[in-house]
């Protein structure tokens, strides 16, 4: 261990050095010429020691230093163990800001790191997907130079960062962006971004589910309670009326029954875990009772039905969620195709793997409204809808059913010549014959 350079050691190490000259300059009579000569080599040799810890600090890429002896052995031992708590003080600073930028990486959020003037410091890469940041040739840039909102340049210029602000994204402006501003060390600032989109959309699903389910429950409630006025007088009890007003009643009876189970069905297919897919469900079995169910539906409508089913292909699934889909396509051609239309429907197994199709020679659907058959309570022709018993919900069901078994409805349509309502299952779902 050595020890550290003090006044007293390089007193004793300069008259250690010298003695031997003083003594050599009194035996011969030349003491100036042997002190020189003695300064002379003190200087070249710490001259010497100076170069090697010059190179060693600029040019040597080596940990360990030089070999010194006197009063530059602590030295260069002093300066290694500087160097050594240095490194060590690098080393534990490079995993904090890794430990903080992995887990800034790691959030569901954006996170932009700026300066009290706007300055970028850092952004992780959810904050360049989000607000369109390039990192790290954003560094040092002014974040309202990048993100112009007029609403963000206002909420930063204030600096008033008690409540959020909302955004339109500046890559999507279908996308709405929710940020947060809070202090993060002295001079610089935190943004915490997150996409909001979807739980915009939800809200306003809400208050639109909502108002449907009251406006749709309002018309049979409002007929049943005119007629239960009415059968206050005794004579409507027993006159020719009570005939058709029992008839009415029972029908808005049957129509906010099928409403409410519908709601029930859709509710339990949207709150289902991820299921399974284990199940052997007997498709073939399925469309041959809903065939003889189909006829029945049509009555007097005369409609052609056609039924092109593979009795062989079973598929493994959720069956009372894809009885839930195929019923509802089935029925929905039935109910909303004229008289005398064809009505084709096939479950064969197809290059993408099992797909149901139903088709229709009706009156087709107009282009506008096709991208808005799976939201709850869309209906093309609400007054058709009304008379036929259709609650707009029929679609919405299939279309979340089939999510869970990742599979998608497909709708084509052309205006006078008919619909067909598809889905393709995945491969992998096929049963295996026993």
Not at 9 to 19: D, M, P, S
Request: hydrophobic share 40%.
């Amino acid at each position: 261990m050595v020890e550290r350079l003090s006044w007293k050691k390089l007193v004793w190490e300069l008259a250690f050095f010298y003695f031997p000259w003083v003594i050599l300059g009194l035996v011969f009579g030349y003491l100036p010429w042997f002190l020189l000569v003695a300064t002379w080599i003190q200087l070249i040799w710490h001259f010497h020691n100076q170069l090697k810890m010059s190179d060693w600090l600029w040019k040597e890429r080596s940990l360990t230093p030089p070999s010194g002896s006197g009063s530059w052995e602590p030295l260069f031992n002093g300066m290694y163990r500087l160097q050594q708590r240095n490194r060590r003080r690098r080393r534990e600073l490079a995993t904090l800001i890794r430990r903080f930028r992995n887990g800034a990486e790691s959030m569901p959020d954006a996170v932009v790191v700026f300066r009290s003037e706007g300055n970028i410091v850092w952004c992780n890469k959810l904050a360049q997907h989000l607000l369109g940041l390039r990192w790290p040739d954003d560094a040092g840039q002014p974040i309202s130079n990048l993100l112009r909102s007029p609403d963000f340049v206002r909420y930063i210029t204030k600096q008033e960062f008690e409540h959020p602000l909302e955004i339109t994204s500046p890559l999507n402006y279908d996308r709405t962006l929710e940020l947060r501003i809070m202090r993060y060390t002295e001079g610089e600032y935190l943004m915490v971004v997150r996409d909001v989109s979807q739980l915009k959309q939800l809200e306003g699903m809400r208050r639109n589910f909502f108002a449907n389910v009251s406006h749709e429950l309002r018309t049979p409630m409002t007929v049943l309670q005119g007629y239960l006025e009415m059968s206050k007088d005794p004579e409507m009890l027993v006159g020719p009326m009570w005939g058709k007003a029992h008839g009415v009643m029972t029908e808005q009876l049957v129509r906010m029954n099928s409403l409410v189970e519908q709601l029930l069905t859709l509710s339990k297919i949207e709150a289902a875990p991820t299921i399974e897919l284990e199940e052997t469900v007997n498709i073939p079995a399925m469309l041959d009772i809903l065939e003889k169910e189909a006829i029945s539906l049509s009555g007097d409508k005369n409609q052609h039905f056609t039924f092109d089913v593979d009795a062989s292909l079973n598929v493994l699934g959720d069956e009372d969620q894809l009885r839930s889909a195929v019923s509802n396509l089935v029925y929905n051609a039935v109910k909303h195709t004229p008289n005398d239309a064809n009505i084709t429907v096939r479950w064969y197994l197809s290059a993408g793997g099992p797909r149901l199709e139903v088709t229709d020679s009706g009156e087709g659907i107009g282009p506008q409204h096709i991208h808005r058959l799976t939201e709850r309570f869309y209906r093309v022709d609400k007054a058709r809808s009304r008379e036929t018993g259709g609650s707009g919900l029929g679609l919405a069901i299939v279309k979340h059913a089939l999510s869970h078994h990742d599979s998608q409805l497909e709708i084509e349509s052309e205006l006078e010549k008919g619909s067909t309502f598809s889905f393709t299952l995945p491969q992998r779902l096929v049963a295996k014959a026993a």
